[in-house]
């Protein structure tokens, strides 16, 4: 028998293995494929507290080896979620991490305090959002203002906190020990990398708003990358991401010093995807005398 459970932040999960946000709606389209309960936790689509229409479409661009998205945060809004998403993934016997999102730092505390009477087990605050008191700077490339969200977050709720942090900045390791000098209780990383596509005949643009997030096998060895920079600064729990499709690549992050993983763009091409990696981690411990899944974080030799 081989442990499977981890404690990520407070968060306790059965398994290492939940869904990245986006990617998997709440699990209710999934449900001939995945029984979510059999998951460590369901990461559910970024909320808002209103519902957002998102961006015009196209929104979505296939390229070599992932895809480039500008949903723009689409989601039906808070109350939706807590009508209709959370009362099913409970029922399941899911673990849920709620994804938050916001355009104002008042609207992240909002979100939270409508969740906290709700089965959400964790928040997992995306510090990616684009702020309008800014100008429409992404909140997350700025240290100070990482802190005020986190900040904020902290004092609203004494469930378990996971910061997301964006991976389009010069050093992410600034941005991981302010969330985490402000109050996160675990990281999350990464989310999509900045791109484009162009379609050479026609001359434009493959996404309406030209420029959109990559995600899929082609930004791993950044994530393992910025995994790896995180877990040697900070203290905290890391939920790990970018590119994961199989076992193999969630032991790669953990051995890097993820405590847990996120299998996302993967779920759009083989929606057994999240489950096939609870079952191959079980298999890899069984496979190299590992008793406990949680000796493989940071395990990495060199
Ligand atoms: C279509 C789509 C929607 C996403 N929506 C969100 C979101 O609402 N909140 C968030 O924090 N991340 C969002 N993400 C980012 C993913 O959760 C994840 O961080 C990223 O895709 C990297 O993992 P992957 O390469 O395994 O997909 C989204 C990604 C995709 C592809």
Request: net charge negative; glycine share 10%.
């Amino acid at each position: 028998m081989v442990n499977m459970n981890v404690n990520l932040g407070g968060l306790f999960m059965k398994n290492p293995v939940t869904t990245a946000s986006g990617t998997f709606a709440a699990g209710m389209e999934f449900a001939d494929f995945v029984n979510v309960g059999d998951l460590g936790a369901v990461t559910t689509k970024g909320v808002s507290l209103h519902g957002w229409e998102g961006n015009d479409a196209p929104r979505i661009a296939e390229t070599a080896s992932g895809m480039l998205n500008s949903i723009g945060l689409q989601n039906p809004g808070v109350a939706h979620l807590k009508d209709v998403e959370l009362p099913w993934l409970a029922e399941q016997g899911a673990r849920i991490i709620v994804n938050v999102s916001g355009h104002s730092i008042e609207e992240y505390r909002e979100v939270i305090y409508a969740l906290e009477d709700t089965p959400a087990d964790a928040y997992e605050v995306n510090v990616s959002c684009p702020n309008v008191d800014a100008g429409g700077m992404t909140m997350g490339c700025d240290p100070a203002l990482v802190s005020k969200v986190v900040e904020t977050c902290r004092q609203a709720t004494l469930k378990p906190l996971i910061v997301k942090l964006t991976p389009n900045v010069t050093d992410i390791t600034e941005i991981a020990k302010a969330a985490v000098a402000a109050g996160a209780d675990a990281l999350s990383l990464i989310n999509t990398l900045l791109g484009m596509a162009i379609d050479a005949h026609t001359r434009r643009p493959k996404l309406a708003r030209v420029v959109g997030g990559l995600s899929g096998p082609a930004i791993k060895p950044v994530a393992l990358r910025m995994v790896w920079e995180c877990y040697k600064v900070t203290s905290v729990p890391i939920l790990g991401m970018g590119g994961i499709a199989t076992a193999e690549d969630a032991v790669e992050f953990m051995l890097a010093g993820a405590t847990a993983v996120a299998v996302g763009t993967a779920n759009f091409t083989n929606p057994h995807a999240s489950i096939h990696v609870v079952r191959g981690i079980e298999r890899y411990c069984r496979e190299h005398g590992v008793e406990d899944v949680n000796e493989l974080v940071g395990g990495l030799l060199c």
